[in-house]
């Protein structure tokens, strides 16, 4: 059973890091990061029922990241729409402050 | 007894005092120079004669000094001075020369911007010259040889504005070169074969004895021929010549101290230092000869077409410095340094008087000139009496001494003594030609305004005109006491009626013949322009040797020097570039890397991440 959790918190986590590479929406790179920290929870769960050793610390631990990804994700949109009304887009590669 | 010998060494420093107190005051104070350099060569004169005074006496011997300068291993250069009676003589005449040099251009150079400038070169030439004079070894000598050419250089080029002297400045600086380049492997052959690498002129008089054998004869011949070139560079002898006639772009007074008396009278002077050598080797004494006997006749027959005052003086003083070497190549050091002794007195002279000319009339063309006599009776008589020198007619000192080296072209070379003859014949013909073409005959385009120079510069030609009239007494064909002096042991009075007759005779034509030609005009001065203009040419541009070394020697280097300058445009500098381009188109590569873009920094982990683990995988399937 863990190879197939595995594999498809693999393609998950890889949608994610492609959507978080190429995309230029703002919004859609923090979409695809949520993206991958599920694919990281999808492992964390898979391995606290199927592991070696299993115990329920996976499945804690997956909660845990739940909330810390809420609050990033708040925190991420919060600094999005302060850029948004400071620069008037969400593009990403317009946000190329650490060039200069 | 030998208190001013001793204190010979402050002869050389006298000078350099002056220039460095010119120096130090700079343009500031326009009659600085005049009284410095003045009184600093009176005082070097003095002492010169004081100690020319001490040497007279019968028991006077040669005074030597040297301390070591530079240790090497077992090698030790020592540097310091040396009196003979031949340096006394050659200090008594530079600082003489230059003293009146000195004086002389207080007026000739007065209204010259750089005056302070120019006494300032003209006392550090005086110290190199004195310098030369005096070292008691070839290295020193050598140095001093190289300071007398950057100050020749520098005093050629006084005028650099004029393209013309900057031009004549950099080729007597060129030309000497290659004379320099002979004297310097001259002496790395002497230094490399003598015993204990010695340099100093009492231990090559005693190694060069013709008997010791320390050297072979053929080593001891290139090491003669290779000092030779320096003297034929410097003493403007067949083929380095050229720079010579050049040189007269320079101030008038630097034509007679430098280009006259002294510094081209250097080379005669190192052979005359260095004879033992060349009296080992018949080979180079007969080179020596040769090339002296060439050049007074060669030089002396471009003399008779030339229009310059003063390149006329060159190309004799040319002529006179070939007939110095002659002498010394036949064996007569004598009349070869009583040669050197009474031209740098008449040619001086001579030199002088021509700046007074050119000081009033403005112009060197002595076609302008004419009708001079009336107007500057002191310059003409001065004038006359030099010129009188200078061919050779008696009792003026040039007779003496150019019958002493007739005579001993008479009686070891009869080709030699005819070259010598007809070289005679021909100077006293163009010196002929000068003197009545500028001070005789009707008044000139530019003579209408001349008039007599001031004081400061017609006394130094009284006082030329003085011993260049009557220095030729010391050598008399009955009374060899010059000779014996200078050489330090009895020497028979020489005397050869034909020689002597010879002589007077050919002069004495060459004087008729001027006076027919340019005098009474009975035979027409055009005749030889216009029956065979192709050799009035040939003489006019001086045999075309310019012309040849231009298309022989300049020309191809000139041509190298370009392609070298391609070579460096387009190799050199291409390889220059292109590292330059490769480094910068690195960095901007690395520059685009930095693009500020958070995903690509991203990626750029994310990639790495990959390699990290494929190569962490990957181990494990290899071997």
Redesign the interface.
């Known amino acids: 059973m863990l190879p197939s959790y595995l594999t498809l918190a693999a393609i998950l986590f890889c949608i994610g890091?492609y959507g978080?590479?190429?995309k230029r929406n703002a919004v859609i790179?923090l979409l695809s990061l949520e993206l991958m920290l599920n694919a990281v929870n999808l492992n964390l769960v898979a391995f606290s029922k199927y592991g070696v050793v299993p115990s329920l610390t996976g499945q804690i631990f997956s909660l845990f990241t739940i909330t810390v990804a809420a609050a990033e994700a708040a925190i991420g949109v919060a600094i999005l729409i302060a850029l948004f009304r400071l620069r008037g887009t969400v593009k990403?590669?317009e946000?190329?402050?650490?060039?200069? | 007894m030998d208190m001013y010998t001793k204190a010979a060494w402050i002869v050389p420093l006298l000078p350099l005092a002056a220039f460095l107190v010119l120096t130090a005051l700079g343009r500031g104070s326009r009659r600085a120079g005049a009284v410095f350099g003045s009184l600093f060569s009176l005082a070097a004169l003095v002492l010169s004669l004081l100690i020319v005074a001490e040497r007279l006496e019968p028991d006077a011997v040669d005074y030597s000094y040297a301390f070591d300068w530079i240790r090497a291993g077992d090698f030790t250069l020592r540097i310091g001075f040396e009196v003979t009676n031949l340096t006394a003589m050659m200090l008594a005449v530079v600082t003489l020369v230059s003293f009146l040099v000195n004086v002389y251009s207080a007026g000739y150079m007065k209204n010259d911007e750089r005056i302070t400038v120019y006494y300032g070169y003209v006392s550090l030439f005086t110290f190199s010259m004195l310098g030369l004079v005096l070292s008691d070894n070839l290295l020193s000598l050598y140095i001093f040889w190289e300071l007398v050419g950057v100050c020749s250089f520098l005093l050629v080029g006084f005028w650099y504005a004029k393209p013309k002297a900057k031009a004549a400045a950099k080729k007597a600086f060129i030309v000497t070169r290659i004379g320099d380049a002979g004297l310097l492997i001259g002496i790395m052959l002497l230094f490399w074969y003598m015993p204990d690498h010695a340099l100093d002129f009492t231990t090559i008089q005693s190694v060069f004895d013709g008997q010791s054998g320390a050297i072979t004869t053929g080593i001891t011949t290139l090491i003669a021929l290779c000092i030779f070139l320096g003297a034929v560079g410097k003493s403007g002898q067949f083929p380095l010549h050229v720079w010579l006639p050049d040189a007269m772009e320079g101030p008038t007074p630097i034509s007679a101290l430098i280009h006259a008396a002294t510094m081209v009278a250097a080379g005669v002077f190192l052979i005359a230092r260095t004879y033992d050598i060349f009296q080992d080797s018949a080979a180079a004494m007969e080179t020596v000869a040769y090339v002296g006997g060439f050049t007074a006749l060669f030089a002396a027959t471009i003399a008779l077409v030339q229009q310059d005052i003063k390149r006329i003086l060159a190309y004799s003083t040319v002529s006179q410095l070939g007939y110095m070497i002659m002498a010394l190549g036949l064996g007569s050091l004598t009349g070869g340094i009583f040669h050197l002794f009474t031209h740098a007195f008449f040619k001086a002279l001579l030199f002088l008087g021509a700046g007074s000319i050119i000081h009033a009339v403005h112009t060197q063309n002595i076609k302008e000139m004419g009708g001079l006599g009336t107007r500057m009776k002191l310059t003409a008589w001065t004038f006359a009496i030099g010129a009188l020198a200078l061919s050779g007619i008696p009792p003026f000192s040039g007779f003496w001494s150019k019958d002493l080296i007739l005579t001993a072209a008479y009686e070891s070379n009869p080709l030699l003594f005819f070259v010598g003859l007809a070289a005679a014949f021909c100077t006293a013909l163009y010196m002929t030609r000068l003197f009545i073409l500028v001070f005789m005959g009707k008044p000139g385009a530019a003579s209408a305004a001349a008039h007599e120079a001031p004081r400061s510069m017609t006394v130094p030609l009284v006082a030329l005109a003085v011993p260049a009239a009557i220095a030729g007494f010391v050598e008399t064909p009955w009374n060899g006491w010059f000779g014996s002096w200078l050489s330090g042991h009895q020497e028979p009075a020489h005397g050869s009626a034909a020689a002597i007759i010879a002589s007077i005779a050919v002069s004495v034509l060459g004087l008729y013949v001027g006076w027919l030609v340019y005098g009474r005009r009975s035979i027409g001065r055009i005749t030889l322009a216009e029956r065979s203009p192709w050799l009035y040419k040939l003489l006019e541009r001086g045999y075309f040797v310019d012309e040849l070394y231009a298309a022989a020697v300049v020309k191809p280097i000139k041509l190298a020097g370009q392609l070298l300058i391609l070579f460096d445009e387009f190799i050199v500098g291409g390889l220059v570039r292109a590292a330059g381009a490769a480094t910068s188109s690195a960095g901007r590569l690395a520059a685009r890397l930095?693009?500020?873009?958070?995903?690509t920094y991203?990626?750029a982990a994310?990639i790495g991440l990959v390699i990290l683990v494929a190569a962490l995988v990957g181990r494990r399937f290899l071997p």
Do not use: C, K, S, Y
């Open positions: 890091l978080a590479l190429v790179v990403i590669d946000f190329d402050e650490m060039r200069r | 930095q693009n500020g873009q958070t995903q991203g990626l994310v």
